[in-house]
């Protein structure tokens, strides 16, 4: 228990320091530059609950097509470790996207405060447009083979997510953001 206060703690201290890094930096950027930035180094997180379900979901999906690769492997059938693995590598990549957010595809960003020469600003509230997530849809024959056939349809299409950003320039080219609404 005092080990889970403690590391709790230490990133509490750490985040705030982070923080407090982006209030006390010398770089201020243009609204057009933050606009980049966000696009360059920023996610949009899906909302708790969808998140939540899609990263069970795909977590299922990755266990079964990763025991596939290992079935197909096992009986010496390249062709279909080759598609599971395929298919698997799909999954992964949606898994982690729900996990770790969408890309930013689009930014626009207004500065906020006082600005300092050049029209600059150390902080920002930026509206944001993601990537579409794409989620395999997928399904197993296993008719009278060893290893079962993919059938694929069509993917799953989550987004593209709106989102507002509080954004801080950390240093000269990377950020501290916060998604507050999206």
């Not at 923080?19 to 201020?28: D, E, G, P, Y």
């Not at 600059?120 to 399904?139: D, G, M, N």
């Amino acid at each position: 228990m005092r080990s889970v206060v403690l590391i709790g703690l230490i990133g509490t201290l750490v985040a705030s320091a982070s923080i407090a890094q982006a209030h006390n930096t010398r770089w201020a950027w243009t609204e057009s530059k933050a606009a980049k930035m966000v696009t360059r180094d920023g996610k949009v997180r899906l909302a708790a609950g969808e998140r939540a379900s899609l990263n069970a979901e795909l977590n299922e999906a990755v266990r079964l097509y990763g025991a596939l690769v290992f079935a197909a492997q096992q009986v010496g059938d390249g062709s279909a470790m080759a598609t599971f693995q395929g298919v698997l590598a799909r999954y992964v990549h949606a898994r982690n996207q729900v996990r770790n957010g969408l890309d930013i595809d689009a930014a626009a960003c207004k500065g906020s405060g006082a600005a300092l020469q050049g029209k600059r600003f150390k902080h920002f509230r930026c509206s944001a447009t993601s990537v579409a997530l794409e989620i395999p849809q997928t399904e197993l024959d296993y008719g009278d083979k060893e290893l079962p056939t993919v059938i694929e349809g069509s993917p799953r299409i989550v987004g593209p997510l709106e989102a507002d950003l509080v954004v801080h320039v950390a240093a000269k080219a990377s950020i501290a953001y916060q998604q507050v609404a999206g």
